[in-house]
Structures are given as structure tokens and as C-alpha cells.
């Protein structure tokens, strides 16, 4: 799923009918369910992307340092670093330019940003039964009760 999916499928799920209220409250716990299992795969995504990150990151350091083995730099795909070994000062500064590492980032910081909708979507199902009541009142008090 992707952010245009997770919000074509909000469009849908939001829309409270008023001329159905009690069938519209009936449905929070149905969305509710939805939204949370959304939040935690993401959550479980979110994780796994930044573990392959870790991982990644200690690898570039050690391929930077020049001490990944020939075996390892097979497994990668990478040959030798023919670069200057930076110093552990400046480290940060060539970790931060790596394309690999800024590829995983980009991906963490896409569920990051899937995770902080759902978190939206699902405070707006917690407001929904207060959103039908408030129209329920409305309606009573539009027909002079």
C-alpha cells in the first residue's frame, strides 16, 4: 500500500451518511480495526527498514575503513575502496553522502510519514462517535425536541 492508496481508502471510509447515523456508529469499530492494522504493519516495516539500515551503515563504515574482506565485498557487489580512509571524524560526513544509505532512508522516511497518517486517520476515528452524536443532537433539535 502506498500514501495515494491509504488516502483513496480514508476518502471512502470517512464519509458518515446522515440519513444512516446509528448504522454510521456501528461502523467506528470496523474502521478502527482497519486503521490499527495498517499502523502496526507499518510499525513492524518501520522497524525491519531501520534494522536494514543499521546493518547497512555498519557495513559502509567497515567499506570506507577498507577492512571488508574480498568474500564480503562479493556478497555486496562492491569492489574495493580506492578512496583515502577517512578518519572517524570525518565518517559521519561520508556516511551521509552514500547513495545506499540515503536510498534506505528515503524508505524509512516514507513509512515514517504512512505511519503519522494512519496515527491522523485514526484520532479522526476516535472523534467520529462524538461527530455523529453532534449531528444526532443537531437533527433532535432542528425538529423541536
Not at 461502523?27 to 543499521?54: C, D, G, S, V, W
Request: aromatic letters at 12%; hydrophobic letters at 40%.
Amino acid at each position: 500500500m502506498n500514501l495515494d492508496e491509504l488516502a483513496a481508502e480514508w476518502d471512502n471510509d470517512c464519509v458518515i451518511v446522515s440519513d444512516k447515523l446509528d448504522n454510521e456508529s456501528l461502523q467506528t469499530p470496523k474502521y478502527h480495526a482497519k486503521y490499527l492494522r495498517y499502523l502496526m504493519n507499518f510499525k513492524i516495516k518501520a522497524a525491519a527498514l531501520q534494522n536494514e539500515y543499521n546493518v547497512l551503515r555498519q557495513k559502509k563504515f567497515k567499506y570506507y575503513r577498507g577492512e571488508m574482506s574480498r568474500d564480503e565485498l562479493n556478497i555486496e557487489g562492491w569492489s574495493q575502496w580506492q578512496g583515502i580512509k577517512p578518519i572517524r571524524s570525518e565518517m559521519d560526513e561520508w556516511l551521509t553522502g552514500d547513495q545506499d544509505l540515503n536510498k534506505s532512508k528515503i524508505k524509512i522516511e516514507y513509512i515514517n510519514i504512512m505511519i503519522e497518517a494512519i496515527e491522523s486517520i485514526m484520532n479522526q476515528i476516535k472523534a467520529r462517535d462524538w461527530q455523529i452524536k453532534n449531528a444526532i443532537a443537531f437533527k433532535v433539535f432542528i425538529n423541536g425536541g
